[in-house]
């Protein structure tokens, strides 16, 4: 079943510009992550937020938590070429359910040199 | 560190063989994944296991077994295949619950299954 959704689609930005990805998911959650995916690659873990943070960095990348809202973002500052690729969020919920993501359909993001 | 390590890359196979799809991870993960990932679908559940010896069903089990060999292992078959099994699958591997700061899953390179 999904529970994130990502906002935008597609988004497609000029090198050295900022990025914003949305999701919003629908049930209480224990924490949330984003993922990354190049084309033709496997998923790579960028950041986790837990339920009780609201902000956390990880270098280029900011991720805010709204808990009231069942929402969140990823800010990709000064994009670069490379960071050109797919990203997802997931969320484990409040239940524990065995470990278990469930994942939303994706942000294509396209960074233009 | 290899991480985790899925054989074989590309598969293609007729309607009705079968195949068996392998997993290894070598950062002594308990729990381990089994998703496919198809256009607009984004990544499904197939089977997961939580710990050694245990296996569960995810959200589209049909068609698939798994066995889950000792830790590192986890391998997915396919019995019969069927134009609709064509997708990528991913395997995947988490820290266990409890150890240290939660972390987000590894996942290997994929498995690219066209079935014809």
């Known amino acids: 079943s999904q529970q994130g959704e990502e906002d935008p689609q597609a988004l497609s930005i000029q090198e050295g510009e900022n990025a914003t990805m949305n999701c919003s998911y629908k049930?209480?959650?224990?924490?949330l992550q984003w993922y990354r995916q190049n084309s033709g690659r496997g998923l790579v873990h960028l950041i986790l937020?837990?339920?009780n943070e609201r902000e956390k960095h990880s270098g280029r990348l900011r991720v805010t938590l709204d808990t009231s809202k069942k929402s969140s973002s990823l800010l990709i500052t000064a994009s670069r070429a490379a960071d050109t690729a797919s990203y997802f969020c997931?969320?484990?919920?409040?239940?524990?359910?065995?470990?278990?993501?469930?994942w939303g359909l994706g942000t294509s993001l396209a960074v233009n040199p | 560190n290899a991480g985790v390590t899925q054989t074989p890359k590309f598969q293609v196979l007729k309607t009705g063989q079968s195949m068996t799809l392998q997993c290894a991870q070598d950062?002594?993960?308990?729990?381990m994944y089994w998703y496919r990932q198809d256009p607009g679908m984004g990544l499904r559940l197939i089977y997961y296991?939580?710990?050694?010896?245990?296996?569960d069903k995810g959200e589209v089990p049909n068609g698939y077994n798994v066995s889950r060999l000792n830790k590192r292992e986890f391998s997915l078959r396919l019995e019969s295949a069927a134009p609709s099994q064509t997708s990528v699958y991913f395997c995947?591997?988490?820290?266990?619950?409890?150890?240290?700061?939660?972390?987000?899953?590894?996942f290997g390179s994929g498995t690219r299954l066209t079935v014809v």
């Open positions: 995947a591997s988490r820290v266990p619950k409890g150890q240290g700061v939660p972390d987000g899953y590894t």
């Open positions: 950062m002594n993960h308990n729990s």
């Open positions: 296991s939580a710990s050694e010896g245990t296996t």
């Open positions: 049930t209480s959650i224990n924490n």
């Open positions: 937020i837990r339920s």
């Open positions: 997931a969320t484990e919920d409040r239940a524990g359910n065995n470990r278990k993501l469930i």
